[in-house]
């Protein structure tokens, strides 16, 4: 009989390329838990990258991806269609007043709202966007220029001009950097990828008076912490501090691909026919999955959830995190967290998964979770047993390494 595993590990082996390293096969969801192969069940704390913050396979999306599928899957945006404008609605209505590009990708989003950005300053002889030291924006070629990891260029130069960086959380660096060339500054409220690193309030509302002052754009990419995962459908809404555009994808959809970007309403003209365009972009099928998700926000009480389980898991790895020297913070917001350690994560990440519960690393040293909005108390009482466990055995293999 054939073994799935080990066909799936030798078809990955001569025919996908070889950009990720994945050695687990997942067969299947079902809200927190994921089943392999072999049919062991694991308790989901990544939510693939913060993708199904509704949990694996929600009814409500699933029966919107169903009924859609047997009526429309896609038609150009050269027409309209019925499911994608509903969307726009409900993403301007929930948050700040404006207007939505859809795309399918993360990347894709941040690309177009630097192009945005570009075509507004051009207009007044400006094209630098200034991003953040650890940021990540995505590995177009563009992206990867704004992204503030110069390990993640590195073979692939010419970089792309337009793009410099500052550090993150640091005001006068900004000030300093900002000419009068600057036509917009692009940062994530909660750093992910460069360990789950928040912005400081006080910061932001000087970024956004600086803008203000000097007529530069506040670009915001709420890729991984928007869409509910610290607490508010939108990462600005947890600041109060309103930026001029935002980008948006993983989670919106639930594990379709879509991206978006909002424009707030006096720059809804920037972007005009014929200037910017995508042939999936808010395809019916994936907008009808995301307006499932918007109605899980206003129905389910997910962002409630949300900061509930998330104050309760904080406070509660702190007090697991303890005894522990090489656990030096906890640190996030509302569902996305970060356990930092003082060496790599990775260890303490493969052994949690060991113990059956699926987490992430961000930077080197930073332990990522980032759970389903929809958990409960249980899940994360399971996930602290498996996490004070996995630290215990860390300790101990950190001892046995000292002797
Ligand atoms: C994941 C991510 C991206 C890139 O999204 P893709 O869909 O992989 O292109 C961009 N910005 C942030 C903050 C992300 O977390």
Redesign the pocket.
């Known amino acids: 009989m054939e073994n799935l595993y080990e066909t799936t590990v030798e078809r990955y082996r001569n025919y996908v390329m070889p950009t990720y390293a994945p050695k687990i096969l997942f067969t299947r969801g079902q809200g927190t838990r994921l089943w392999d192969a072999d049919n062991r069940e694991y308790l989901d704390f990544a939510s693939g990258?913060?993708v199904c913050n509704l949990g694996h396979c929600n009814p409500r999306v699933t029966e919107a991806i169903r009924e859609q599928a047997g009526k429309l899957v896609h038609v150009s945006n050269l027409y309209m269609n019925e499911m994608m404008p509903r969307l726009a609605e409900k993403l301007i209505t929930s948050g700040m007043d404006g207007v939505v590009f859809f795309c399918n990708?993360?990347?894709?989003a941040?690309e177009g709202m630097s192009k945005f950005a570009r075509k507004y300053g051009n207009a007044t002889g400006r094209n630098e966007i200034i991003s953040m030291d650890n940021?990540?924006?995505?590995?177009t070629l563009a992206?990867l220029a704004e992204t503030g990891r110069a390990k993640y260029r590195k073979g692939f130069e010419p970089e792309v001009p337009g793009f410099k960086q500052v550090p993150f959380n640091n005001f006068a660096a900004l000030e300093a950097a900002v000419s009068a060339n600057t036509c917009a500054i692009l940062l994530?409220p909660v750093q992910?990828?460069g360990g789950i690193l928040p912005a400081d309030a006080e910061y932001l509302k000087k970024v956004r008076a600086l803008c203000d002052e000097k007529d530069i754009l506040l670009l915001f990419?709420e890729?991984?912490?928007g869409m509910g995962r610290i607490g508010t459908r939108f990462a600005w809404q947890s600041f109060g501090v309103e930026p001029d555009a935002l980008?948006m994808?993983?989670a919106i959809a639930n594990g379709l691909p879509m991206?978006a970007f909002i424009v707030k309403r006096k720059y809804a003209d920037v972007l005009k026919v014929g200037m910017h365009a995508s042939t999936f972009g808010g395809t019916p099928l994936v907008s009808a999955a995301a307006l499932a998700v918007q109605q899980a926000f206003d129905e389910d009480g997910v962002l409630e959830n949300c900061r509930i389980q998330g104050d309760y898991l904080r406070a509660k790895l702190v007090e697991i995190g303890k005894p522990y020297s090489f656990v030096k913070t906890v640190r996030g917001m509302g569902l996305m967290i970060g356990v930092v350690l003082d060496r790599e994560a990775a260890t303490l990440a493969g052994i949690l998964l060991k113990h059956n519960l699926v987490v992430l690393t961000a930077g080197e040293t930073v332990l990522r979770l980032l759970p389903p909005l929809t958990i409960t108390r249980a899940d994360a009482d399971e996930a602290l047993e498996k996490i004070a466990a996995g630290l215990a055995e860390l300790d101990r293999m950190i001892r046995e390494e000292q002797k």
Do not use: L, M, P
């Open positions: 990258i913060s990708s993360g990347a894709e941040n940021s990540f924006h995505g590995r992206t994530e992910g990828e990419d890729v991984q912490c980008s994808a993983k991206g």
